[in-house]
């Protein structure tokens, strides 16, 4: 019988775990907060600022949105990130995307402090995760992860098969995915015959957002599917599997919605936690040059 990955009940664990977290940080008088910058008035973006919002509150994280007009320009971005950067009350900064068209994005990212990065972005935070230090991973590719070790599935011998190159799950993905021992090979727009490959996967995650992309046939029996695609067709949000037809060969298999998507925030929120720590890692190798 096919195993349904479930996000929600995995992401119920996380948030007991963040719960714990929080609270050891709080009996130490350390209240963390997350900062969140938008730039215009995408309506996406602020639509999940709201939820951001609602979910910090839930935790415990205290939450403080930042909106600067669409005409701001790349150094009115910059000096914001950099106040932000200085505040050390603030202990997280997302950048929310789009940005507008004469805003350069790898700068912007770069502006913010890696210790900082709750979106794992940086490149800094690309630099140690390839080489594998430690530092801020990108939440996606993370639940992928996530889902799948909660769920009792091991990666360690696996051949990993990744749908998908993007610089915010994809890529980052198989050096994560290599960390815990998966053999990795990676398809994507210029892959010739995706099935010849996808069907030699002891896991498959897709990460295109292209509804049907994965189909029947396209998967070995008893392979583990993660959809890490997310589309909306007609109001409905979609992912990269043929959810209804793979579930009756995989032997496991995430839903979408209800499972990577699930875990995200939460992990965010955990990467709040984890930069905490690194912040304090700093200062005390900080504190330390200065002694010597």
Not at 8 to 21: G, P
Not at 29 to 52: E, H, M, Q, R
Not at 275 to 287: D, S, T, V, Y
């Amino acid at each position: 019988m096919t195993q349904i990955l479930d996000g929600k009940k995995v992401a119920d664990i996380l948030r007991e775990e963040l719960k714990n977290e929080l609270l050891q940080l709080q009996e130490r008088g350390i209240n963390p907060k997350l900062a969140v910058l938008i730039v215009g008035t995408d309506p996406a973006s602020l639509a999940y600022a709201k939820f951001l919002n609602k979910v910090s509150s839930k935790a415990g994280v205290i939450f403080e949105q930042h909106d600067l007009p669409e005409s701001a320009c790349e150094l009115d971005v910059k000096l914001k990130i950099e106040e932000l950067n200085s505040d050390p009350l603030v202990h997280g900064i997302l950048m929310m995307m789009p940005l507008p068209k004469h805003i350069n994005k790898q700068r912007v990212m770069e502006a913010v402090s890696p210790l900082k990065d709750v979106d794992g972005l940086h490149p800094f935070n690309r630099g140690h995760l390839i080489s594998g230090g430690v530092c801020l991973q990108p939440a996606t590719p993370l639940s992928c992860l996530e889902i799948m070790k909660r769920s009792g599935i091991t990666l360690a011998g696996k051949h990993m098969v990744i749908v998908g190159r993007g610089e915010t799950v994809g890529k980052p993905l198989v050096f994560m995915a290599l960390a815990e021992n998966a053999t990795v090979s990676v398809c994507h727009t210029g892959t010739r015959n995706l099935a010849d490959f996808t069907r030699q996967g002891d896991i498959v995650v897709s990460a295109v957002g292209k509804p049907g992309l994965i189909a029947a046939g396209m998967i070995k029996p008893g392979a583990v599917v993660v959809d890490a695609g997310i589309c909306e067709v007609d109001g409905q949000i979609m992912g990269d599997v043929d959810f209804a037809n793979l579930k009756e060969v995989a032997g496991a298999i995430t839903p979408v919605p209800g499972g990577v998507g699930s875990l995200t925030t939460v992990l965010m929120l955990k990467n709040l936690v984890k930069g905490i720590q690194l912040q304090e890692q700093a200062r005390k190798w900080e504190e330390a040059e200065v002694s010597c």
